[in-house]
């Protein structure tokens, strides 16, 4: 009675109270009772277990099967084997949360996991909403992964598509391979056919190749700001998609996204749904889902890059090739397209054990296009500052940097005319100081996982100076810097957060930050003859 625990091979059983019989390795579990084995968990108002054999019921029961993340729910559940289950008034979901995406619901199920599960008088549901019956239905509950069709989409629009079909057949090349074969029917535009192939070498080497292909048989007739279309006879439409990543050590890696599609009109004609879509992901984490951009139709433009990155603790190197795709221009030959890029950040150390800081920021940029000017851009830019404690509660940072630029265009645009330099120079210099403060308290939040929350309050006022650089003679690619005089005032909130993960290890992340910030620009005043 009370709290009670039972460990036993591979498991264990917890409840308000338990009757065990130690002859015939019955136990009976009642109150929040709980039972964990391998790595699944069962739960209910009441528990029915043999020991030995792992089997028993559960009343008004829930069970995690951990091995293919499937939740299951029912008034009873019969656990009849190591890996099969009864369910009464079930639930079958693959959706976590309290309120599913989907979910199969049904009279009786039996389910197998690694196998098939069947459903008598079962619904297929979207959230809360049933959307068809069946009296019975075989689904897969497979925790491996499985060739065969994907569940279809279904869409209708009278204007657009029209009858919209789509039926995905997956094929499991190998455990480290897999497609995945697209075959898309619009009524009014015709079959378009997608693959998508996915591979996974090892965790620092892994990729995707997604590519899909229309002869759009619809007629369009219409015009959007400097672009327009008529279209009267079929138009071969289609885009590709390469995603690599391979990391060679900790902070060293190369990684290219490269997107290319046919038309300008490609993401407003598929922008209800397509794969780039299907793919988002804002944070970049999974390995498989890389797309960093809203594929619909407010996207003005696309960047393809390839990047080699090392990100060591003093400095990081960047190579970059960059091409962008303009969606808002009839063509692409006046867009500026950087490869190489070359970059080198230093962090801010002191300099020569002096109470000086410094670091040091480089670049170099080869601009191309077709037409309009191009060239080559080198810029270095050193800094130096002088932090200084006032007191306890507040530092001064003077701050001093000069940037230079130079430029060298091998274009042919106005190579006759005067006075247009070809090859010149910038130099910028910025000075300034920053006055701040800070303020923190720690909040003990003593969860599962987060265990407490700083908050700091930052106020600062930060003064910039920047002479007016002569830069009339400077091509159209680099980039203009105007002649500063001003105070900015600002007000930072940061939340960080400090993490426990499940194996007892500290993390800390920061999970917010707000920064409201206003700046005043100094007007020279002439003076009055009065």
């Given at each position: 009675q009370g709290n009670v625990i039972i460990t036993f091979s591979e498991g264990v059983l917890k409840a308000d109270s338990v009757y065990l019989n130690k002859a015939t390795n019955q136990a009976l579990a009642e109150g929040n009772a709980s039972l964990k084995s391998g790595g699944d968990l069962l739960e209910g108002d009441a528990l029915t277990f043999d020991i030995e054999t792992k089997n028993g019921a559960a009343k008004n029961g829930r069970i995690f099967v951990s091995r293919n993340h499937v939740y299951l729910k029912g008034k009873r559940i019969?656990?009849?084997?190591?890996?099969?289950?009864?369910?009464?008034?079930?639930?079958v979901t693959t959706c976590d949360g309290a309120d599913p995406d989907w979910s199969i619901t049904g009279k009786e199920m039996a389910v197998t996991v690694d196998g098939y599960g069947t459903v008598k008088h079962g619904k297929f549901n979207i959230g809360r909403t049933p959307v068809f019956y069946t009296p019975y239905l075989i689904f897969p509950a497979k925790t491996t992964r499985q060739s065969g069709f994907l569940?279809?989409?279904?869409?209708?629009?009278?204007?657009k598509d029209g009858v919209d079909i789509e039926l995905p057949f997956f094929w499991a090349i190998s455990p480290n391979m897999d497609a995945t074969?697209?075959?898309?029917?619009?009524?009014?535009?015709g079959l378009k056919e997608g693959v998508e192939f996915r591979y996974f070498m090892s965790q620092d080497s892994y990729g995707t190749f997604y590519a899909d292909y229309l002869d759009d048989h619809k007629e369009i007739k219409e015009t959007s700001g400097a672009i327009s279309r008529d279209w009267q006879s079929d138009q071969q439409r289609g885009s590709f998609y390469l995603n690599h990543q391979t990391t060679f050590s900790p902070?060293?890696?190369?990684?290219?996204?490269?997107?290319?599609?046919?038309?300008?009109?490609?993401?407003?004609?598929?922008?209800?749904?397509?794969?780039?879509?299907?793919?988002?992901?804002?944070?970049?984490?999974?390995?498989?889902?890389?797309?960093?951009?809203?594929?619909?139709?407010?996207?003005?433009?696309?960047?393809?890059?390839?990047?080699?990155?090392?990100?060591?603790?003093?400095?990081?190197?960047t190579a970059l090739a960059?091409?962008?795709?303009?969606?808002?221009?009839?063509?692409?030959?006046?867009?500026?397209?950087?490869?190489p890029e070359v970059k080198l950040f230093t962090i801010n150390r002191p300099f020569l054990g002096t109470p000086l800081y410094g670091m040091l920021n480089a670049t170099y940029d080869y601009f191309y296009r077709t037409e309009g000017q191009k060239g080559h851009l080198y810029e270095i830019q050193p800094m130096a500052s002088l932090p200084v404690r006032l007191g306890k509660y507040a530092q001064l940072i003077p701050q001093f940097s000069v940037r230079e630029t130079v430029w060298d265009r091998d274009d042919d645009e106005d190579k006759d005319s005067s006075p247009v330099t070809r090859h010149g120079d910038r130099q910028v210099i910025t000075m300034g100081a920053n006055?701040?403060?800070?303020?923190?308290?720690?909040?003990?939040?003593?969860?599962?996982?987060?265990?407490?929350?700083?908050?700091?309050?930052?106020?600062?006022?930060?003064?910039?100076?920047?002479?007016?650089?002569?830069?009339?003679?400077?091509?159209d690619y680099v980039s203009r810097i105007d002649e500063t005089n001003?105070?900015?005032?600002?007000?930072?909130?940061?939340?960080?957060?400090?993490?426990?993960?499940?194996?007892?290890?500290?993390?800390y992340r920061e999970v917010a930050r707000l920064k409201l910030y206003q700046t005043y620009e100094i007007e020279d005043v002439p003076l009055s003859d009065d």
């Open positions: 019969e656990k009849e084997g190591e890996a099969s289950y009864r369910i009464y008034e079930g639930k569940l279809p989409a279904f869409a209708y629009s009278k204007d074969f697209y075959q898309r029917y619009m009524s009014k535009r902070g060293f890696y190369l990684r290219s996204d490269i997107y290319k599609v046919s038309d300008n009109w490609y993401f407003k004609d598929f922008s209800s749904q397509n794969y780039y879509r299907k793919n988002y992901s804002a944070d970049s984490t999974h390995p498989f889902k890389q797309i960093p951009f809203k594929a619909d139709k407010s996207l003005t433009s696309l960047d393809s890059t390839v990047r080699l990155v090392k990100d060591a603790e003093l400095y990081n190197v960059r091409y962008t795709d303009d969606f808002t221009s009839p063509s692409n030959d006046q867009t500026l397209q950087k490869y006055l701040n403060t800070e303020f923190a308290r720690i909040y003990h939040v003593g969860g599962a996982q987060l265990e407490k929350i700083r908050h700091v309050i930052k106020p600062e006022l930060t003064y910039t100076y920047i002479p007016d650089p002569d830069q009339e003679d400077a091509p001003s105070f900015t005032y600002a007000l930072t909130n940061i939340w960080t957060a400090k993490l426990k993960g499940q194996d007892g290890s500290t993390s």
